[in-house]
C-alpha cells in the first residue's frame, strides 16, 4: 500500500469515528458507556480493504440504536453494540476468543468516569487470569472447546458424504474451537486477527504435535472422507496435548472428610438397587442404562473430589449380567474404603426412630 492510500484510508476511518462518536455524544449520552477501537486498524496490520473494528459497550438497550451496517465504497462497514454483561463479561474471564478487543482496546470515547472504572476493572481481571501460571482454570477452557470440537467433528461424521459443504463446516467448526482450546492451554489470547491465527499459534509453547501438517489437512482435503480423516487426526492430537496438560498442570481433587459427604450413600440410593434389581430380572435393557447411571457417577466422582477411576463399562456384558454386578459391588466396596481413609462414618439406620433422632438432632 503506498502512502497516499494509506492516508486517505486513515483519514476516513477518522471520519467515521468522529460520526459515531459524535452521534453518541449527540443521541445518547446515557446509552453508550464507551467506545473503543480494535482490529487491524488498532494493530496496524491493515490494507486498503480493511474494515473498521469499533466496540461501542451500550449501557442501557436504547443504545442499540446507534448500530448501522452499511457499504462505503467498496468496504463494508458493521458499526454494533456490545453489552457489559455479554461480551465484555466473557472477555474478562476469558471465555472468549476475543479477549485481546477488552485488554488492548483503544478507547476513543467514554461518557463518564465510572464507565472507565468499570471497564478497567474488567481489564485487570482479564489480565490477572492472564498473569496467572497455567493451572486447571485454563485447562478447563480448553475442556470446553475440546468438548465443543468433538461435537463439531461428530456433525461431520452424520453429514452425509454428498454434502459436503455441511461436512466441509463442521470440520472447519471443530479446527475453529481446536484454535481457542490451544489459545487456553497456553493461557494466553489471540492477539491478530485470522489470517494471523497459525502464526500466532505457531509461536506457543505447547501446541498439538505436527499442528501446522493437521491444520491444513482440513484447509486442503477435498472430499467429505478427507475432511473426516484430517479432523479427526487433529481432533486426537488436540486432546492429548489436552490430557497431557490436565495431568501436568491441573490442582487434582483429593478425597476428604468433608467433599466425600453423602456421595457414598448418593451411589447406593442412584445405583445399587438398580443394579441388584435390573440383573436379578436378566433385564438387559435395564442394566445398561443402570450401568451406564453407576459409571456416570462414579466418573463424576473422580473428577470433583478425586475418587478412583472405576471402569464398569469395560465389564458389561449382556450374555453374563452376573459379571457385571460382582464388579459394581466391587466398586461400592472400593469406594467405601476411602470414606474409611478419612474417617467419615455412613450415615446408615436400622430404624425410623434412629433416622429421626440423627435428622432432627436433640
Keep these: 500500500m503506498d502512502e497516499t492510500t494509506k492516508n486517505e484510508l486513515l483519514l476516513k476511518n477518522r471520519r467515521i469515528i468522529d460520526m459515531v462518536t459524535g452521534r453518541a455524544k449527540r443521541d445518547f449520552p446515557e446509552d453508550i458507556a464507551l467506545i473503543g477501537l480494535t482490529g487491524s486498524f488498532a494493530t496496524g496490520d491493515f490494507h486498503e480493504k480493511s474494515d473498521l473494528d469499533l466496540i461501542i459497550v451500550n449501557d442501557t438497550p436504547r443504545g442499540w440504536d446507534i448500530s448501522l451496517c452499511f457499504i462505503l465504497g467498496d468496504v463494508g462497514y458493521d458499526i454494533y453494540c456490545t453489552p457489559w454483561e455479554t461480551r465484555i463479561e466473557d472477555e474478562s474471564r476469558l471465555n472468549s476468543p476475543m479477549v485481546s478487543c477488552l485488554v488492548e482496546l483503544n478507547i476513543l470515547y467514554c461518557a463518564k468516569p465510572e464507565h472507565m472504572e468499570r471497564f478497567n476493572a474488567y481489564r485487570r481481571r482479564a489480565l490477572d487470569e492472564l498473569a496467572k501460571p497455567i493451572g486447571s482454570a485454563c485447562i478447563e477452557r480448553a475442556k470446553n472447546d475440546i468438548d465443543r470440537a468433538k461435537r463439531e467433528y461428530a456433525n461431520a461424521m452424520i453429514a452425509g458424504s454428498e454434502d459436503l459443504g455441511a461436512v466441509r463446516g463442521a470440520a472447519g467448526s471443530s479446527l475453529y474451537h481446536i484454535v481457542n482450546a490451544v489459545v487456553s492451554l497456553n493461557n494466553t489470547y489471540i492477539k491478530r486477527g485470522a489470517k494471523r491465527y497459525l502464526e500466532e499459534l505457531l509461536g506457543y509453547e505447547h501446541i498439538p504435535v505436527d ?29 492429548a496435548l489436552y490430557h497431557e496438560m490436565r495431568e501436568k498442570f ?9 467433599n466425600l459427604r453423602g456421595t457414598y450413600e448418593e451411589l447406593w440410593c442412584n445405583c445399587r438397587n438398580k443394579v441388584i434389581r ?9 442394566a445398561f442404562h443402570a450401568a451406564l447411571g453407576a459409571q456416570d457417577y462414579l466418573d463424576e466422582m473422580t473428577e470433583s473430589v478425586g475418587t478412583p477411576k472405576f471402569d464398569l463399562m469395560r465389564s458389561f456384558d449382556p450374555n453374563d449380567l452376573g459379571a457385571f454386578k460382582e464388579t459394581f459391588l466391587r466398586a461400592m466396596d472400593a469406594y467405601l474404603n476411602e470414606y474409611e481413609k478419612v474417617g467419615r462414618r455412613v450415615e446408615k439406620f436400622n430404624t425410623f426412630e434412629e433416622l429421626y433422632e440423627r435428622y432432627m438432632g436433640p
Design 278 to 286: 435390573s440383573v436379578g430380572a436378566n433385564d438387559r435393557n435395564y
Design 211 to 239: 499442528f501446522e501438517k493437521k491444520y491444513y489437512d482440513i484447509i486442503d482435503a477435498k472430499t467429505a472422507e478427507e475432511l473426516r480423516s484430517a479432523s479427526l487426526a487433529l481432533l486426537k492430537n488436540a486432546d
Design 250 to 258: 491441573a490442582e487434582k481433587p483429593v478425597p476428604t472428610f468433608e
